[in-house]
């Protein structure tokens, strides 16, 4: 690490001493770049001395490509092993022209250009050795010296690109440092932002919800004290007498239905002869069934004897037991009919004036106290929950900003041990 102590100004007069120094959080981007820069410098130095070793190798390879291309067959060799060695040879040939093609120095010098021909350069390297190495097998058979020189060059030009990747794989953990803690960098700041803006609106949030059940309390108050009013008071009492009410009304309807409701069939079955012809009821009784049917409260009470005088006319067609039966439900119906209609009617009079009498008071203040402290509660939960949201989401955040700032300081350790970040709360 003295190089870059050296570079960004660090001076180490002895093995004990220790020179320290102090950076900001803001200062960081300007440090790491004035790092990367340095750093680059160094890397780019080192690699231009390789790289006139590379083109040294280059042009090698080319001087012994083309001197296999101009080798003799010199020897007593078979015709077929000839033949096969002159066909391979092309083959290397082919091989080596496309590698010398493929590899240029690249005209932008960076460390990213740079690590990214080294890349290239190696896997045009093996693939060449790949596509050759068969016929290299031929081809040295019959041209041993000029092949193997092709080979050494080849070897030469693979040993100043692993020396690459070895100048790379030395400077690779403050590179990936450098990386690392200008991303991290980035990552707190957008951390902080979005907390920052998490922690108004959880603030927002908590000043609403106050504000609402403020509301809400007021509410309640104003439902309470309605209440105990007298216009709720006597909504009360009213409801309580259209209770019983609606009961006397029900048990007025359930004696008239106790009478009436039996005769039921027996109309039906009238009605029925009627309409078939079997026999003809006089206008007026069947008016007064088509009431009875749909409304019996209707019912006129002179209907009852006159549907005596039916169910006893020797021409109805009807079983005698069922007509003795209906005789004694039609005689029910007139000795009681009347009196349990005119209750009826008196128990839905009363009941309808008393419901009236209960819409007439003003109650909708009441209805609206009520619909806004249900509204109030709503949203009070609503945002409750949207705040525990928020408030777990402000925790991942928290933990996560927690987690890049140790990074942090890890790469900025890597990069130069001396070198302490000061990163505030």
Same mark, same amino acid.
């Given at each position: 690490?003295?190089?870059? !102590?050296?570079?960004?100004?660090?001076?180490?007069?002895?093995r004990?001493?220790?020179?320290?120094?102090?950076?900001?959080?803001?200062?960081l981007?300007?440090?790491?770049?004035?790092?990367?820069?340095?750093?680059?410098?160094?890397?780019? !130095?080192?690699?231009?001395?390789?790289?006139?070793?590379?083109?040294?190798?280059l042009?090698?390879?080319?001087e012994?490509?083309?001197?296999?291309?101009?080798?003799?067959v010199?020897?007593?060799?078979?015709v077929r092993?000839?033949k096969?060695? !002159?066909?391979?040879?092309?083959?290397?040939?082919k091989?080596?022209?496309?590698l010398?093609?493929?590899?240029?120095?690249?005209?932008?010098?960076?460390?990213r250009?740079l690590?990214?021909?080294?890349?290239?350069?190696?896997?045009?390297?093996?693939?060449?050795m790949?596509?050759?190495?068969r016929?290299?097998?031929?081809?040295?058979?019959?041209?041993?010296q000029?092949?193997?020189?092709?080979?050494?060059?080849?070897?030469?030009?693979?040993?100043?690109?692993?020396?690459?990747?070895?100048l790379?794989t030395?400077?690779?953990k403050?590179?990936?440092a450098l990386?690392?803690?200008?991303?991290?960098?980035q990552?707190?700041?957008?951390?902080?932002?979005?907390?920052?803006?998490?922690?108004r609106?959880i603030?927002?949030?908590?000043?609403?919800?106050?504000?609402?059940?403020?509301?809400?309390?007021e509410?309640?108050?104003?439902?309470?004290?309605?209440r105990?009013?007298?216009t709720?008071?006597?909504?009360q009492?009213?409801q309580e007498?259209?209770?019983?009410a609606e009961?006397? %009304?029900?048990?007025?309807?359930?004696?008239?239905?106790?009478?009436?409701?039996?005769?039921?069939?027996?109309l039906?079955?009238?009605?029925?002869?009627?309409?078939t012809?079997?026999?003809?009821?006089?206008?007026?009784?069947k008016q007064?069934?088509n009431i009875y049917?749909?409304?019996?409260?209707n019912?006129?009470?002179?209907?009852?004897?006159?549907?005596?005088?039916? %169910?006893?006319?020797?021409?109805?067609?009807m079983?005698?037991?069922?007509?003795?039966?209906?005789?004694?439900?039609v005689?029910?119906a007139?000795?009681?009919?009347?009196?349990?209609k005119?209750?009826f009617?008196?128990?839905?009079?009363?009941?309808k004036a008393?419901?009236?009498?209960?819409?007439?008071?003003?109650?909708?203040?009441?209805?609206?106290?009520?619909?806004?402290?249900?509204e109030?509660?709503?949203r009070?939960?609503?945002?409750?929950?949207?705040?525990?949201?928020?408030?777990?989401k402000?925790?991942?955040?928290?933990?996560?900003l927690?987690?890049?700032r140790?990074?942090?300081?890890k790469?900025?350790s890597?990069i130069?041990?001396?070198? !302490? %970040?000061?990163i505030?709360?």
């Amino acid at each position: 690490m003295s190089w870059i !102590k050296k570079l960004l100004g660090k001076k180490e007069s002895s093995r004990e001493e220790i020179v320290s120094r102090e950076i900001s959080f803001e200062e960081l981007p300007g440090w790491l770049d004035e790092g990367f820069r340095n750093l680059s410098s160094k890397i780019e !130095k080192d690699a231009s001395g390789l790289f006139r070793e590379l083109e040294a190798s280059l042009e090698d390879l080319k001087e012994s490509n083309a001197a296999l291309m101009e080798a003799k067959v010199v020897g007593d060799f078979d015709v077929r092993a000839v033949k096969r060695a !002159k066909s391979n040879r092309e083959n290397m040939m082919k091989q080596v022209g496309i590698l010398a093609d493929k590899i240029r120095v690249p005209e932008k010098i960076d460390v990213r250009a740079l690590e990214e021909f080294n890349e290239i350069a190696l896997q045009s390297l093996n693939s060449c050795m790949e596509h050759m190495g068969r016929s290299f097998r031929y081809t040295r058979v019959v041209f041993p010296q000029e092949s193997k020189e092709v080979t050494d060059s080849l070897a030469r030009i693979g040993k100043v690109l692993q020396d690459f990747r070895d100048l790379f794989t030395g400077y690779k953990k403050e590179l990936d440092a450098l990386e690392a803690a200008s991303g991290n960098y980035q990552g707190i700041k957008d951390l902080s932002a979005s907390i920052g803006t998490e922690k108004r609106e959880i603030e927002l949030k908590e000043n609403k919800i106050q504000g609402l059940k403020s509301e809400l309390s007021e509410t309640g108050l104003a439902l309470e004290a309605f209440r105990q009013g007298e216009t709720w008071k006597q909504f009360q009492s009213l409801q309580e007498e259209l209770d019983e009410a609606e009961s006397r %009304l029900k048990q007025a309807e359930s004696g008239l239905t106790s009478l009436v409701l039996p005769l039921s069939n027996t109309l039906s079955r009238l009605q029925k002869l009627h309409e078939t012809g079997r026999y003809t009821l006089k206008p007026e009784v069947k008016q007064q069934i088509n009431i009875y049917l749909k409304e019996p409260e209707n019912v006129d009470p002179i209907f009852f004897p006159d549907l005596q005088k039916v %169910l006893e006319d020797n021409a109805l067609d009807m079983q005698a037991q069922k007509k003795e039966k209906a005789l004694l439900q039609v005689k029910a119906a007139i000795s009681g009919f009347e009196a349990r209609k005119k209750e009826f009617l008196e128990a839905r009079c009363a009941f309808k004036a008393k419901k009236a009498e209960i819409s007439s008071l003003d109650t909708g203040k009441l209805a609206e106290l009520e619909h806004r402290k249900t509204e109030l509660g709503n949203r009070i939960r609503l945002l409750e929950e949207e705040l525990e949201q928020s408030g777990k989401k402000l925790e991942v955040s928290k933990e996560q900003l927690e987690a890049r700032r140790e990074k942090l300081l890890k790469d900025v350790s890597v990069i130069d041990s001396s070198v !302490k %970040l000061i990163i505030s709360s």
